[in-house]
């Protein structure tokens, strides 16, 4: 069974920005304060049935994954997480910059980067490995749930390593949108998105924080319990 509170390592938007305000309030959940947020009032319209387009991602918050959730190993606190996040973020390292899109992603809708970085694939490999000495190790419940039947063998070999099979060469960089949509409603919903993103005119994105996240129970939302800023360097 899932040990509670669970812990997770996310790329968030510095809150009040475009990125934090479009994201937060498509998702109607405010991660940084744990409010709910009003939809915009032109997405319930052109599409009714949002709230629940929405619910698997709103439990989330408006996030990038660099560190998938984990129950801390025995013996290990939250004090002690919030201090190696600390001094992660100590350690000088380019600054990710990229442009991003909205597009499909899967049968779900998510802002993503046109073209990945490399150095942004290297921060997510860092912030596996660093953090995963706080990882206590996966329940039979917990594997389950990744459908094992249905990974790669490196995917399942990074499950097996890391507890999540997306990290290292499958890592893909997504701020989720929606939860997953039937191929019609993916042709009618991604156009929407498309459009309101467009209006928010970002040119870029600077994966320039990582964020600590905690859900306290299974029907809890995950919140942020501390930002941190990356300290950058010139890239090599």
Not at 101 to 118: C, K, M, N, R, W
């Given at each position: 069974m ?19 305000r ?7 959940y405010?991660a ?37 959730p ?36 899967g ?30 190790p ?21 499950l ?77």
């Amino acid at each position: 069974m899932t040990q509670y509170p669970r812990h997770a390592i996310y790329y968030a938007p510095a809150p009040g920005s475009d990125l934090d305000r479009f994201g937060s309030h498509l998702l109607g959940y405010d991660a940084h304060s744990g409010a709910s947020l009003p939809f915009p009032e032109a997405i319930t319209q052109a599409v009714p049935d949002w709230f629940e387009l929405t619910r698997d991602p709103r439990k989330y918050g408006f996030h990038a994954t660099l560190k998938a959730p984990l129950s801390l190993a025995p013996g290990r606190t939250e004090a002690e997480l919030l201090a190696a996040c600390e001094t992660f973020c100590t350690t000088a390292r380019p600054i990710p910059v990229f442009k991003p899109v909205v597009s499909l992603i899967g049968d779900f809708i998510a802002v993503v980067p046109e073209t990945l970085p490399d150095v942004l694939r290297a921060l997510a490999a860092d912030c596996v490995r660093a953090f995963d000495g706080f990882r206590a190790p996966l329940t039979a419940e917990d594997r389950s749930r990744r459908n094992p039947s249905r990974l790669t063998p490196r995917q399942l070999d990074h499950l097996d390593r890391w507890g999540y099979p997306y990290v290292m060469e499958d890592f893909q960089f997504h701020m989720t949108l929606t939860g997953r949509l039937a191929a019609d409603r993916q042709s009618a919903i991604l156009p929407i998105l498309q459009r309101r993103f467009a209006e928010i005119d970002l040119a870029a994105i600077a994966v320039d924080s990582i964020a600590l996240f905690r859900q306290d129970s299974a029907d809890a939302r995950f919140r942020i319990v501390r930002r941190y800023a990356l300290t950058g360097r010139a890239a090599e």
